[in-house]
């Protein structure tokens, strides 16, 4: 019998997940960058300009940008590791992958591109010097595998970021609530036209473990020096940690 694991507050099959996922992020994907804008009244941009300024990269280094969708964090990698370096962007949904390729072209990049799952990455052992997810870990279904990938692919001495939605401060929790379950469904209702799946964003935010348990989870994959910032009082928190 299948294992089950939760799609928002469904539970599903774990052999469905990841098409349930799809399917959200298929119907998202030209709107993705309009609403990421809307829902963190650009926000969004400042968070990624933190996790990039944290990544501590040198010009010649390989970066790794897992579940990278629309190529925000991409583009920023490029500018740190100069033409001698690589940024490889790569995500499962094609939609969302095509956004950011056409992203980058239009910028005139060309860095490979490459559709794949973040549970099995098809990149060899100890090969890039920083990888990262931004919003993606908690669409996976097994993170704790993704994690392990990530920790393979990555060198010694190398560093992961993990920029997700996290446990917001406590007093700011039922203001919270109400702006993702009522606002951002009628965001997603007007804009992208598909409020369910923002109904499903909401939800995964709530499932995904907190700042803690993903450290802890971080250094089970075997990551150390394992650290968290809480940006935003908590809305998102960047983890960061290294591979010895």
């Known amino acids: 019998m299948d294992k089950t694991t939760h799609f928002g ?4 099959a774990e052999s469905d997940k990841a098409a349930k996922v799809a399917e959200v992020f298929h119907s998202v994907a030209t709107q993705y960058d309009v609403m990421n804008d809307l829902m963190s009244v650009g926000m ?10 944290q990544a501590g990269l040198r010009r010649g280094m390989r970066v790794l940008d897992v579940a990278g969708g629309t190529a925000d964090l991409t583009r920023l990698f490029l500018n740190e590791v100069g033409e001698t370096g690589q940024v490889v962007l790569t995500d499962i ?5 095509v956004e950011g390729r056409d992203r ?13 799952d973040g549970e099995r990455l ?33 060198k010694p001495g190398g560093r992961v970021l993990v920029l997700e939605f996290s446990k917001i401060w406590k007093p700011l929790e039922a203001a ?16 992208a036209k598909d409020a ?20 802890t989870m971080m250094q089970s994959a075997g990551f150390e020096k394992v650290q968290y ?13 290294y591979k010895f």
Request: aromatic residues 14%.
């Open 9 to 12: 507050y469904q539970q599903v």
């Open 44 to 53: 969004h941009r400042l968070w990624k300009r933190f996790t990039v300024a």
């Open 93 to 97: 949904n094609f939609s969302m992958l």
């Open 104 to 116: 980058m072209l239009n910028l005139g990049k060309t860095p490979p591109t490459v559709q794949c």
């Open 122 to 154: 098809p990149f060899p052992n100890d090969y890039f010097d920083c990888v990262s997810v931004a919003f993606g870990l908690r669409n996976m279904t097994h993170k704790d595998q993704a994690l392990a990938e990530m920790y393979r692919v990555l």
């Open 176 to 191: 919270y609530d109400l702006y993702s379950f009522k606002l951002l469904p009628l965001m997603g209702k007007w804009v």
């Open 196 to 215: 369910p799946s923002y109904q499903y964003l909401a939800e995964s935010i709530r499932m995904h473990p907190d700042q803690e348990t993903l450290k």
């Open 229 to 241: 910032h809480n940006l935003t009082a908590g809305v998102v928190a960047l983890h960061k940690g």
